[in-house]
Every structure is written in C-alpha cells, then in structure tokens.
C-alpha cells in the first residue's frame, strides 16, 4: 500500500515570509499540488511544499509531533524537531534521485 498515499508538510508563510505554521496532511499520490492548491483558496497565508514522503505515515507524524500541535488539528509549530525531519526527508528524496540517476545511465550503457 505504500504508493498508494503521500504524506506531505507544507509550510504556512505570512505576509512577511516567515514561517508561522507545518501542516502534515495525506493525499493520493500525485495529487498533493491538487490538495494544496485547494487549500490555499482558502488561506491568506502562502502555502510551500516543504516535504512530500510516500505512504501514509500522517497519523504517525501527528503522534509523534503531538506536542506541537496547534489549535487547528493538522498543524504544528515549526519547531527544530520537524524541520530536522522535513531536511532529513528532503536529503533522503534527494540522494535516492541521484541513485536512481547512477541506474538509469549504467542501464543504458
């Protein structure tokens, strides 16, 4: 079931830039841009992709960031712990790119 679902943290930014708010929220695969551009119809904050990991590992983030959650259920502080999380997802997608690049071209040789 793991390609089934993407769990993804996106960041809520003010007027100013600055980070206020991480919403961790699940979509189908492939239609996290869909999702969030839904989201952003309603919201007077920019809405960035930080992080796209797949599978459904949503409700394992909400426990484990439970106490940053703010008012609002799927959101949470930006706090140093899930933005190590959101580097080390984001360097993980970024090497496992690099190692599929090295197949790709060794397969075509």
């Given at each position: 079931m793991?390609?089934?679902r993407e769990t993804y943290f996106v960041g809520l930014y003010n007027k100013r830039g600055n980070l206020r708010a991480i919403k961790i929220g699940l979509a189908s695969r492939g239609r996290t841009a869909s999702r969030i551009r839904n989201l952003q119809t309603g919201s007077v904050d920019e809405l960035r992709v930080l992080a796209i990991v797949e599978g459904s590992l949503e409700r394992k983030f909400h426990r484990q960031f439970a106490g940053y959650r703010m008012d609002k259920g799927e959101f949470f502080k930006p706090a140093p712990a899930i933005l190590r999380l959101i580097?080390?997802?984001?360097?993980i997608r970024h090497l496992v790119?690099?190692?599929e690049g090295e197949t790709t071209k060794e397969g075509s040789r």
């Open positions: 793991i390609g089934l580097e080390d997802l984001k360097t790119a690099q190692v």
